[in-house]
């Protein structure tokens, strides 16, 4: 069986481009992967460092589009004897609705933004044959449509690594916050929650594991420009994207994550998989992921006051992180790579024998 897989992003934009990074490179030998972006980047090298064919082909903004594009992007995507297209976004979506139907080739949206897409969504009920969702609550997104959205949460490889030396020698106890540097994931709520922590412990640092693209450079700016002032601030470490986050969640007091909305919170599953505990506002499918009290703590949006005292009880209590750390690498099971290709396989068996 040959599945191509369709992005609009040719680089790592966020959780997604992982995750699908993971199931393309996790499935089984009777499965042959196939990426199609718009253009070459981060993501497509390490598909390509992963033995995954890809190819380019173009996928302009639907207001550019013409019915050119249309007609090669059909005979392109027929040339490459797909028995499923699986599309990771909502453009990549359309393009291959397009094509499938012409072609008469299953289609699938996969969906990771609780975000309605409003007409766009509608068309995509209608093109596509089935939509994935990573969580209860991005399937809410569909609620009101005839076609159900079936939910398979997002899988990773879970390997605890215990024994990595320190990568900050100089913290005793840190906490840590992971991920692409915008507006909606409201790192000046983390920043406000370390102050208040950094006023109780001098010893206290804060790490930060996240880029910032050229559109959220001014964003990024503006948050450090409000603290560069404050006596902690020194104590802010900031290390741009990383390759390699392990060792950084081995070592953690706590993540922390205090984003608007969550898809799915793939930075839970990996801290929690390295027995880290977590603190997260319970937004989109962070509630899913993790139970108050027992991995972590869910924190009501915006309550900086509440997260601040979730996390002070972590750094304070040994017992209480090392408990909270042990039920979070139980959980991480639940959501292992394995798992999720056994759940993505009997779909595109039922896809393919549906349309024989």
Not at 25 to 31: H, Q, V
Not at 64 to 73: I, M
Not at 106 to 111: A, D, E, L, R, T
Not at 266 to 276: C, G, K, S
């Amino acid at each position: 069986m040959r599945v191509v897989y369709l992005s609009q992003f040719p680089n790592m934009v966020g959780g997604g481009e992982y995750s699908l990074l993971d199931l393309m490179g996790n499935l089984p030998k009777s499965i042959e992967p196939v990426l199609v972006t718009p253009s070459e980047g981060v993501f497509t090298d390490k598909a390509k460092k992963k033995n995954i064919r890809h190819v380019t082909l173009p996928m302009p903004p639907l207001k550019q589009a013409r019915f050119s594009t249309f007609s090669t992007w059909r005979k392109d995507i027929k040339a490459l004897k797909p028995d499923i297209l699986h599309a990771n976004n909502s453009r990549a979506a359309f393009y291959a609705g397009v094509a499938g139907k012409q072609l008469g080739i299953p289609v699938i949206f996969h969906c990771r933004v609780s975000d309605p897409d409003g007409l766009m969504d509608t068309l995509l009920q209608r093109l596509v044959d089935m939509m994935i969702c990573n969580s209860e609550a991005v399937a809410q997104r569909f609620v009101d449509f005839p076609k159900p959205a079936h939910v398979i949460y997002n899988g990773l490889p879970i390997t605890p690594f215990p024994n990595l030396p320190n990568p900050l020698p100089s913290a005793d106890q840190f906490v840590l916050f992971v991920g692409r540097i915008t507006a909606e994931k409201q790192l000046e709520h983390a920043l406000e929650v370390f102050g208040a922590l950094a006023t109780q412990d001098e010893g206290l640092h804060f790490v930060v594991v996240g880029g910032a693209g050229p559109e959220d450079e001014g964003y990024l700016q503006e948050v450090k420009d409000m603290f560069t002032n404050q006596d902690w601030f020194k104590r802010v470490h900031w290390l741009g994207f990383c390759h390699d986050v392990t060792k950084w969640y081995v070592h953690a007091s706590t993540l922390i994550l205090t984003s608007k909305h969550e898809g799915f919170g793939r930075v839970l599953v990996e801290a929690m998989a390295q027995a880290t505990p977590v603190v997260a506002y319970a937004v989109g499918g962070v509630p899913e992921v993790f139970d108050d009290g027992v991995e972590g703590y869910l924190i009501s949006p915006d309550d900086k006051q509440g997260m601040i005292e979730a996390c002070s009880n972590i750094i304070d209590d040994h017992d209480l992180r090392h408990r909270l750390g042990q039920a979070g690498q139980q959980r991480a099971m639940q959501f292992s790579i394995d798992k999720h290709i056994a759940q993505m396989t009997a779909v595109y068996e039922d896809l393919t024998e549906n349309n024989q």
